[in-house]
């Protein structure tokens, strides 16, 4: 695979415009992901499920180089409707469009990245492989006191065109003081055996929120593996969402550091699996400040041969007095084949805080079905009910109106 | 001065800390297929033992010292220990205690175990383990005639060699991790404990564990046999003297139930836990796993650890009988410079499993304290389940406490339950002992007591009183 990733990286950077500094640069980061390669169960952070095998077993030999120079034809079809929204279109890795038309053009601003800021966590080295081949990194700016009017859906889709590739994105946001960014990360594929690794980098600033959804829904064979790192500022707050559903394979990362008093995040997830799939979430939350807060919920309904993880970390700081942290993992095991792994930790180095967690497994509880089926539900219906509702309460966590109706009826959600 | 305070200015001190002046009989410094001949040779061992040492030895070699673990300590030259260490009175066995060693009575006699059997009040049968070698056992005459095998590990490798040859090594097999395997090379004496079918043991069993000579690692083994339909109960506690080294102390213990039968294990571990500046202290890397082997048996441990500069264990249970049950009591207490990295694992294979974790850890001064848990229910343990509650308590806020649970649940049919909760002492409830009378201290340690309360009921009642006091002296000092 080495001569394999030298031979493409080489191939990049002589079709890519930049300077011979950031060849440099990116050579290192080369080297780094040469060394170490991809991780493997071995490292502590990918324990249950190891994407090194994976990759392995699902996709064969990886092809790292990417031909961008012609665009693809963007179809519409793919697009969301009923919610009037900003556009950035990634097909097969390439941007093909980016469309702000609801908003005010001069209060925000849209930069091709040269500079790179890669300071955090060099031990993943999925990093060192995005920062490697990334051709082209944007980077947002939400100006002072701003707020979008409508939200921006990043489409990242794939056609036919590919196959066996990796493909790295890599995108910085920054929220100015006061501002306000509704993000919907929306994946729809045509392409088969692909691995997808996506970096997101956020820097909140005072008072600034940023809402994030990633919705995984569609049935496809590809792997993903997405990294969010969250700066955050005093009275800021983050809310993710994750719809993990769609892929063979989806890891998403979560490091989330609390650097502002009075900053908050949220994170909630649903896993809803069956055939082969295997997904996991890991989330890291920094409380670095007094008086911070986050509050994680994540539950997996979990069919045939399918298997979900959760690893939920909060680190408190000794400084970090007064911190609120809450973690809670549930799922629900359909099938003799299914498989749920947990793995939620506390770290804490300061006295006054309210900690603590809970996780909990198991099969459908055969009373509540038993309760549904006097009431004239056959099986089916009862178990659609009882999953449902299971469902529908991590979904009301979504303090937008608009997206919370939208993931209702993307996951097929009644009230 | 009420008791209490008396209690705690004649304890203030590491009570255990003095040292025995007795001749030693050591093997040579260093690791090495000599100093394991030289072990074996000297318990008269049989072939086969000297062969299973032999066999670990090997392993051992191939083995990295694992490093996963919260706590780091510097590295530790196996080279530069001794690994047996022996009271030189002890070369010819004494036939009864009235040929020991006045010396090593009155080092008994100070740590509160009186050997000989007359001055006993409380029937508990205890095997004192001093150094490297067995001293003496109490109320054999009683347990013989119930058929209960209670000697020292290298008796019963003289006395009933088929025991030992069948189970030892069953549930941490020599090919286990590198303490584990290090042990099973260099053991040098523990207990042995057998019991018939049927019967239910009619005392607590006991042994005591004390390391008195310097740079000596103390590598004891245990294994405790419960046949079919038996019941026994068995306490282990430990004391070391203030020395400004380290000391190493890596046991082995294995719990094998038979169908029907319970074990129940209780440990009061107060190792010396170095001064407070975090000089000296011993390294307790404890290897101890049971296994449920037989239908409907039961394991239960229950342990309070306040000793020691480093505590690194996790008793498990495999479950591996259908209908078997496992538990989890446990109370770890750091304070001043004291790191633990201790917790459990639950492995359900049997059907209709069940087990249950309850863990307590409080944390002052410079500690630092970490659970560290696995539950891991196979495909084929239907029915099975699970509920672990770990609380942490802070005193402070230069120490820690950290939670890591593994979960995994492979089975459909069965249910995980975990929660864990952090939190302080709080004001209002400190303010309401305090407005009915009592001083801070005093406060602290019924609300200490309070929040112990659900792993000191499991404890056999003699030892639940001192531990509560135990508790208490542990805590001294880090309020205010």
């Known amino acids: 695979m080495n001569e394999k990733l030298q031979l493409d990286f080489d191939k990049i950077t002589k079709t890519l415009k930049i300077s011979e500094k950031e060849v440099k640069l990116k050579e290192s980061f080369l080297k780094k992901f040469i060394e170490n390669g991809f991780p493997n169960k071995k490292q502590e952070d990918w324990k249950f499920l190891d994407i090194s095998q994976i990759i392995k077993k699902n996709i064969g030999d990886l092809s790292f180089f990417n031909d961008y120079s012609l665009p693809n034809k963007i179809d519409s079809s793919i697009f969301v409707d009923g919610l009037e929204h900003n556009k950035i279109i990634f097909i097969n890795g390439r941007i093909e469009k980016i469309d702000f038309s609801y908003e005010d053009q001069n209060r925000i601003e849209i930069n091709d990245l040269i500079e790179k800021n890669v300071k955090f966590n060099t031990e993943n080295s999925l990093i060192d492989l995005n920062n490697a081949f990334t051709n082209k990194s944007f980077k947002i700016l939400v100006k002072k006191n701003y707020s979008l009017k409508k939200p921006l859906i990043i489409y990242h889709s794939t056609n036919d065109k590919i196959r066996s590739k990796n493909i790295n994105l890599s995108l910085n946001f920054e929220l100015e003081e006061n501002s306000c960014l509704r993000l919907i990360d929306y994946f729809s594929d045509n392409a088969e055996k692909n691995f997808v690794n996506i970096l997101y980098n956020f820097n909140l600033k005072k008072y600034s929120i940023l809402k994030n959804y990633k919705l995984d829904k569609f049935r496809n064979n590809n792997l993903k593996y997405s990294f969010n790192n969250i700066e955050q500022d005093d009275n800021s707050i983050s809310e993710t969402f994750i719809l993990s559903a769609g892929s063979d394979y989806l890891k998403n990362e979560v490091n989330c550091n609390l650097n502002g008093e009075y900053s908050s995040a949220f994170i909630n997830g649903v896993f809803s699996l069956n055939e082969n799939q295997q997904h996991e979430i890991r989330s890291t939350i920094n409380h670095f400040v007094e008086n911070t807060k986050s509050y994680q919920l994540i539950k997996s309904v979990l069919g045939k041969n399918s298997k979900s993880a959760y690893q939920g970390r909060i680190f408190v700081d000794s400084k970090a007095q007064k911190t609120d942290g809450y973690q809670l993992s549930k799922a629900i095991l359909l099938d003799e084949t299914s498989e749920f792994n947990a793995k939620p930790e506390l770290e804490i180095y300061a006295d006054d805080v309210k900690c603590s967690h809970g996780s909990a497994s198991g099969s459908l509880n055969e009373d509540s079905i038993f309760y549904l089926m006097s009431r004239g539900l056959n099986y089916q219906q009862s178990k659609e009910l009882l999953i449902n509702g299971f469902l529908l309460d991590v979904v009301e966590k979504i303090t937008d109106p608009e997206i919370r109706n939208l993931v209702k009826n993307i996951i097929g959600l009644k009230e | ?480």
């Open chain 2, 1 to 480: 001065m009420d008791t209490r305070e008396k209690d705690i200015e004649k304890l203030k001190d590491y009570k255990y800390g003095f040292t025995t002046d007795i001749e030693n009989i050591k093997a040579p410094k260093g690791l090495n297929k000599d100093v394991i001949k030289f072990i074996s040779n000297i318990k008269k061992e049989p072939k086969w033992m000297l062969d299973f040492r032999l066999k670990a030895y090997e392993r051992l070699k191939l083995l990295k010292e694992p490093n996963w673990q919260k706590p780091k300590y510097p590295k530790i030259n196996y080279q530069d220990l001794y690994y047996y260490s022996a009271p030189k009175s002890m070369k010819d066995k004494p036939k009864s205690l009235d040929e020991l060693d006045p010396k090593l009575l009155e080092t008994y006699k100070k740590l509160g175990i009186p050997l000989q059997e007359q001055a006993r009040l409380n029937g508990i049968a205890v095997d004192a383990v001093f150094d490297s070698v067995s001293v003496a056992t109490t109320f054999k005459g009683e347990l013989t005639k119930h058929g209960i095998i209670f000697c020292s590990m290298s008796e019963a490798i003289q006395k009933y060699p088929g025991l030992v040859k069948k189970y030892l090594g069953t549930v941490i097999p020599v090919t286990d991790h590198f303490f584990a395997t290090l042990n099973s090379a260099v053991f040098t004496d523990g207990s042995f404990v057998y019991i018939p079918e049927g019967v239910k043991c009619p005392m607590e069993l006991s042994t005591y564990f004390r390391i008195n000579a310097s740079e000596t690692g103390q590598f004891e083994r245990t294994l405790i046999i419960a046949d079919k339909g038996s019941y026994v109960s068995y306490l282990e506690g430990c004391t070391a003297p203030m020395r400004d080294e380290n000391q190493l102390h890596a046991a082995n213990v294995e719990l094998i139930a038979l169908d029907d039968a319970e074990i129940k294990y209780s440990t009061v571990q107060n190792w010396y836990p170095g001064d407070e500046n975090g000089k000296g202290g011993i390294y307790n890397f404890v290897t101890k796993r049971g296994l449920c082997k037989g239908k409907n048996s039961k394991i239960s441990w229950t342990q309070v650890e306040t000793g020691s500069a480093i505590t690194w264990k996790y008793p498990s249970c495999i479950l591996k009988g259908d209908n078997s049950i496992g538990e989890f009591y446990s109370i770890a207490i750091t304070n001043n410079h004291q790191k633990a990295d201790t917790g459990t694992k639950m492995i359900h294979l049997g059907k209709n499993t069940k087990s249950k974790i309850i863990s307590k850890g409080i944390s002052a001064g410079f500690s630092d304290m970490t659970y560290r848990g696995l539950v891991d229910i196979n495909s084929k343990a239907k029915n099975s389940s699970n509920y672990t509650q770990c609380d942490s308590l802070l005193m402070g806020n230069k120490c820690g406490a950290h939670t890591v649970p593994y979960i995994k649940n492979k089975n459909f049919d069965s249910n995980i339950a975990h929660e864990a909760t952090t939190s302080k002492i709080s004001e209002e409830q400190l303010h309401y002992c305090q407005q009915r009378g009592l001083n801070p201290e005093e406060a602290v340690g019924l609300i200490v007591n309070g929040f112990c309360k659900e792993v000191l009921q499991q404890l056999p009642m003699e030892f639940a009183v001192e531990a509560q006091k135990l508790v208490g002296i542990s805590l001294e000092g880090s309020v205010g």
